[in-house]
């Protein structure tokens, strides 16, 4: 028979062993209804909620994002684009970008490099479901996966970086919905 603290041992390890295999190391949880996040991707991506029009969505981007201190410097309408070029881009595709220098500096004055990531970036595009029917969607151009690309990042600038992307991720899920 083993010794109890043995079997207490053995309980705490496979219990430990459990909860490793429950949760991937590369996920981050997000909650409110929203996808976790791949770290090993670049791309964060969420479904626009379908009574959310494609109008809704923008005005909506643009209300909160002036309430969270982002100035939007520039659209790039690539849909818009192409169609002046004869091709059917298959839905909405564009590109807005977004800039708070309140959070973003550190990773700029410690990293000037990282201006080639800024400023950042939200795509709102629409993909064709398994039915055939479009369905709107916003993706993000993830700041803690930009900056994996400079060699040896500050604290800093990471911690400016998991700032950035949290405050677009929680400007993602309000944006999604419609809200103001």
């Known amino acids: 028979m083993r010794p109890k603290h043995l079997n207490i041992l053995c309980y705490l390890c496979f219990f430990a062993s459990l909860a490793?295999?429950?949760?991937?190391?590369?996920?981050?949880?997000?909650?409110?209804?929203?996808?976790?996040?791949?770290?090993?991707?670049a791309i964060y991506e969420v479904p626009v909620?379908?009574?959310?029009?494609?109008?809704?969505?923008?005005?909506?981007?643009?209300?909160?994002?002036?309430?969270?201190?982002?100035?939007?410097?520039?659209?790039?309408?690539?849909?818009?684009?192409?169609k002046q070029r004869g091709q059917d881009p298959q839905g909405i595709k564009e590109v807005r970008?977004?800039?708070?220098?309140?959070?973003?500096?550190?990773?700029i004055l410690d990293h000037p490099e990282f201006l080639v990531f800024a400023p950042c970036r939200l795509a709102i595009y629409e993909k064709t479901d398994a039915r055939g029917q479009r369905q709107l969607y916003l993706g993000l151009d993830r700041p803690t996966h930009d900056l994996k690309n400079i060699k040896q990042p500050t604290v800093r600038a990471q911690a400016s970086a998991q700032q950035l992307e949290d405050a677009l991720i929680d400007l993602m899920e309000k944006a999604r919905r419609g809200d103001f």
């Open 20 to 41: 490793a295999c429950a949760a991937p190391a590369n996920i981050r949880v997000i909650g409110k209804g929203m996808p976790d996040v791949d770290l090993d991707n």
């Open 49 to 82: 909620q379908k009574n959310v029009s494609y109008q809704d969505l923008v005005d909506s981007l643009k209300s909160l994002a002036e309430g969270m201190n982002f100035v939007n410097p520039a659209n790039f309408p690539i849909g818009d684009h192409m």
């Open 97 to 107: 970008t977004f800039c708070n220098l309140s959070m973003g500096t550190e990773i």
